[in-house]
């Protein structure tokens, strides 16, 4: 994980510079990056031609948390129409996926599917597709691993994504790209997140009421949902996620919405595609909508700890270069971020002390609607409350418990979905 050091700023933090599409691919590849992972571990499927420049690096996540590879996902990834366009302009990018050290059968999937892609999709000769393992099995490890450690030091632009979403707008990924390009000042670009129950002829009201909760969601502001975004790619690369931080969207939010908390939040800096959406599976039942919140209220913790317990005490200049910081911290004191998590939870005597405005901040995302359509969602900002109450309840005790049982804070709780519906 050593090409952090490459992109460490000492002059303040990265902003955002207009994307310009070349009609040739004019960058030259870096040597490789000094890598974490095992030399055996890098596989490289079919062989191929390294291009002339790799322009673009797109990472599919598989940690231990992502239960299952979706071939139709994979599947809808290969229709976008981002190969078509980089193939018109003679430019080229890489797929990445890191996966599970133990991940035996998702492994044979995407191998297949990655084989068959090379073999026969209609522009196979604009992007080159490589496995790699991940031993240290979670989510910020993975991302460490392809943004640091595996993704081509040419590449402009980063996308991350899950290896179970569905894309059903073939243009998404282009789009998503164009708008990093015609905003000047972004430096994450998202789309939007559907509810695979938005596809339902009919739908329950349970399912009626879920769909209610993504829009006030959407409405509420702009969070980077993990399972799929763009990046900058000399942004990206003066971050560093901790080990033992569960999610990535609000820390990222958190950080370059700020400029590396240097700024007051920015809203141009955190984009949203217009026509890019994906879609995820929704909850099933009340008992994985508490259990996904619980999970939630302690990724929320654990972001807010991190952030303003302890990156924002931090120096400019501390600030500026925070990825090499956080990446030295994991190194030299791995469980120092457990031990920052140990004494807030220890000061905390009721379970909405865990970050601020635990009881009220589901109400606060009615602020935005108009005046008709605030007094349509009050009835589902309440219940969404309730529930982020209970949620935030469990997280507290669950969190104390494992205080007295082992002395130590459970902050990467694996789940899936929990990722899937960070938005909410």
Request: include cysteine; aromatic fraction near 8%; proline fraction near 5%.
């Amino acid at each position: 994980m050593q090409r952090i050091m490459q992109f460490a700023k000492e002059d303040g933090g990265a902003t955002g510079t207009e994307c310009e599409l070349p009609t040739t691919a004019t960058a030259t590849l870096a040597p490789e990056a000094e890598s974490s992972l095992r030399p055996e571990e890098e596989m490289q499927v079919a062989p191929q031609e390294q291009a002339p420049g790799t322009f673009l690096s797109i990472g599919i996540l598989a940690g231990s948390s992502n239960p299952e590879f979706d071939v139709t996902a994979l599947t809808s990834f290969f229709n976008q129409t981002l190969f078509s366009e980089l193939s018109k302009r003679g430019l080229c990018c890489e797929i990445i996926c890191v996966m599970g050290e133990e991940r035996t059968q998702a492994t044979a999937t995407v191998e297949k599917v990655f084989q068959a892609q090379v073999n026969s999709h209609e522009h196979r000769d604009t992007f080159i597709c490589h496995m790699i393992r991940n031993p240290e099995r979670n989510r910020s490890a993975a991302w460490n691993a392809f943004v640091h450690a595996s993704s081509e030091a040419s590449s402009k632009f980063l996308f991350v994504m899950d290896g179970d979403v569905v894309i059903h707008n073939p243009d998404t990924l282009w789009n998503m790209f164009c708008t990093m390009g015609e905003k000047r000042d972004s430096v994450i670009v998202v789309d939007e997140p559907v509810k695979d129950i938005a596809f339902k002829p009919k739908r329950s009201l349970f399912d009626r009421l879920s769909l209610a909760v993504s829009h006030l969601a959407l409405a509420g502001g702009k969070v980077i949902p993990e399972q799929l975004y763009v990046m900058r790619a000399e942004v990206a690369r003066n971050i560093y996620l901790p080990n033992d931080l569960p999610m990535e969207g609000r820390f990222l939010a958190a950080v370059l919405g700020t400029d590396y908390l240097l700024k007051e939040p920015n809203s141009h800096r955190i984009v949203r595609a217009v026509g890019a959406a994906h879609t995820y599976k929704a909850h099933r039942s009340l008992g994985e909508i508490l259990q996904d919140r619980k999970r939630r209220m302690v990724n929320r913790t654990v972001t807010y700890v991190l952030v303003e317990g302890y990156l924002r005490h931090l120096s400019q200049q501390r600030k500026q270069n925070m990825g090499v910081l956080l990446m030295q911290n994991d190194e030299t004191e791995p469980p120092w971020l457990s031990d920052l998590m140990e004494t807030h939870i220890r000061r905390c005597y009721f379970f909405w002390q865990i970050f601020p405005n635990v009881t009220s901040i589901r109400i606060k995302r009615l602020q935005p609607l108009p005046e008709m359509e605030e007094l349509r969602y009050v009835p589902i900002a309440y219940l969404e409350q309730f529930i982020t109450l209970i949620g935030s309840w469990l997280a507290y005790h669950s969190m104390k418990r494992s205080l007295k049982q082992n002395h130590a804070v459970p902050l990467c709780i694996p789940n899936q979905q929990s990722r899937a519906t960070a938005m909410h």
